[in-house]
T-cell receptor
Framework: DAMVIQNPRYQVTQFGKPVTLSCSQT?????MYWYQQKSSQAPKLLFH???????NEADTPDNFQSRRPNTSFCFLDIRSPGLGDAAMYLC?????????????FGPGTRLTVL | AQKVTQAQTEISVVEKEDVTLDCVYE???????LFWYKQPPSGELVFLIR??????QNEISGRYSWNFQKSTSSFNFTITASQVVDSAVYFC??????????????FGQGTILTVHP
């Protein structure tokens, strides 16, 4: 089945140690999104790629970066994780960002910062 | 959207009861899209339904039904004959352009639904 895959499902890192989360998709969608969801809160959009065009939300900390080497893969890099970055990180995809084709979400990666 | 409000933070029902989740939104756009997503304990956000602002036809899909009323900016979601597997957090979500290049989703705070056997 076509889907959005996130690895790993659980990630533990140390304070200040860089970490990379990965997302892949078999839907051949043009847009890939990264959301941060803290406990008991709604998901918050960090940034998205429309093809190779990177779009950062204004309030996304510089500590968060992303790479999209090809259509299928997108990575979230946290350069120096702090305790406040512990959260669920959700990847989503859609065909395009305007006509608001539905966004399909992956299972998420739960990040713990020690 | 400027705001999406889900009035109920938590709802608890017994299996087979009907339950309605309320959602009210604010947007300045005339074109927008409405969604409901379900997030079970596993964490994945599962798409349930999408409606555009020009389609006020309400729909029933199995045990799920939706009531979109543009005049009151409400998009309520009903589960008939609830089951334990319906236990999850339900998010009402609105997409609009909001004056930006791409627009984005605005999430409500979520309603935690617990269905007891």
């Amino acid at each position: 089945d076509a889907m959005v895959i996130q690895n790993p499902r659980y990630q533990v890192t140390q304070f200040g140690k860089p970490v990379t989360l990965s997302c892949s998709q078999t839907l051949n969608h043009n847009v890939m999104y990264w959301y941060q969801q803290k406990s008991s809160q709604a998901p918050k959009l960090l940034f998205h790629y429309y093809d190779k065009d990177f779009n950062n939300e204004a309030d996304t900390p510089d500590n968060f970066q992303s790479r999209r080497p090809n259509t299928s893969f997108c990575f979230l890099d946290i350069r120096s994780p702090g305790l406040g970055d512990a959260a669920m990180y959700l990847c989503a995809t859609s065909r395009d960002p305007w006509h608001t084709d539905t966004q399909y979400f992956g299972p998420g990666t739960r990040l713990t910062v020690l | 959207a400027q705001k999406v409000t889900q009035a109920q933070t938590e709802i608890s029902v017994v299996e087979k009861e009907d339950v309605t989740l309320d959602c009210v939104y604010e947007t300045r756009d005339t074109t927008y899209y409405l969604f409901w997503y379900k997030q079970p304990p596993s964490g994945e956000l599962v798409f349930l339904i999408r409606r555009n602002s020009f389609d006020e036809q309400n729909e029933i899909s199995g045990r799920y039904s939706w009531n979109f009323q543009k005049s009151t900016s409400s998009f309520n979601f009903t589960i008939t004959a609830s089951q334990v597997v319906d236990s999850a957090v339900y998010f009402c979500v609105v997409w609009d352009a909001g004056g930006t290049s791409y627009g984005k989703l605005t999430f409500g705070q979520g309603t935690i639904l617990t269905v007891h056997p």
